[in-house]
């Protein structure tokens, strides 16, 4: 059966995670004076499951004790299907994805708590958190448009893509951006993320950085994105997330 990631990132990950926490145990015993109670941070993802840049965070922290943060996130990402590829019409050399019938896009909401592992100086360094956290998430399920030449001299259709109706010769391109997105359906389901954040500025009051980490996410039913292939109901995969933000 197909998977959505392939399992061996996840070990990567891992070991990635397990060699930086020794380095961020010793160096939180030399951080320096950098104290903040609040910080909003917002930024762009890539995942195993995604394009180039798989969608858009954003997550606020308030302290509840020394060094430790509870954290309310939301994230808006289009999840793929790993046999998605993108070919050239013979008709219009515009591009197109062979047998996808539906978009998914998550929007997840995140409840967690985020822990300094090593506090950076005001000024330099780098400062490395470690955070857990999870709740539920929304998969939108939009339908892929394409733009279909039947033949018959009769010009091209926009239609939702039908592995019984559509040959791959006839397809000219795809459908206008968005397209069908009212058409959607709603699938519920849960999701769960730890990583370690590494944040970087030379101002006390703004904040930049990356994440990496690994997430799970299941939804209440099978996700249909590609009708021929394997699809499936639970989606883990690997993560780095690029942000920017400010804390006081």
Do not use: C
């Not at 998550?106 to 822990?115: H, K, S, T």
């Amino acid at each position: 059966m197909a998977h959505f990631v392939s399992m061996q990132v996840f070990p990567k990950t891992i070991i990635i995670i397990l060699l930086l926490l020794p380095l961020a145990g010793k160096a939180q015993e030399e951080g320096g004076n950098y104290d903040y109670s609040r910080e909003f941070i917002w930024g762009i993802t890539k995942n195993t499951s995604s394009g180039l840049i798989g969608g858009l965070v954003m997550k606020f922290g308030q302290e509840i004790k020394d060094g430790v943060f509870q954290t309310f996130g939301g994230e808006l990402v289009n999840v793929k299907h790993p046999k998605e590829f993108r070919y050239l019409s013979q008709f219009s050399g515009n591009t197109f994805i062979w047998a996808k019938q539906n978009y998914l896009y998550a929007l997840r909401l995140q409840y967690g708590r985020e822990m300094i592992l090593y506090k950076k100086a005001s000024q330099q360094g780098v400062q490395i958190n470690g955070q857990v956290a999870g709740g539920p998430t929304l998969g939108i399920l939009a339908p892929y448009y394409i733009e279909y030449n039947p033949g018959f001299g009769g010009g091209t259709i926009t239609e939702q893509f039908d592995p019984e109706a559509h040959d791959f010769g006839s397809i000219v391109g795809t459908g206008r951006l968005f397209q069908g997105i009212g058409e959607s359906s709603i699938i519920p389901g849960i999701n769960l993320k730890t990583s370690l954040s590494f944040e970087f500025g030379t101002f006390k009051s703004n904040v930049t950085g990356f994440e990496l980490g690994f997430m799970i996410e299941q939804y209440s039913k099978e996700v249909v994105i590609i009708p021929t292939a394997d699809n499936q109901s639970f989606f883990p995969f690997a993560f780095i997330t690029l942000f920017y933000g400010n804390r006081r």
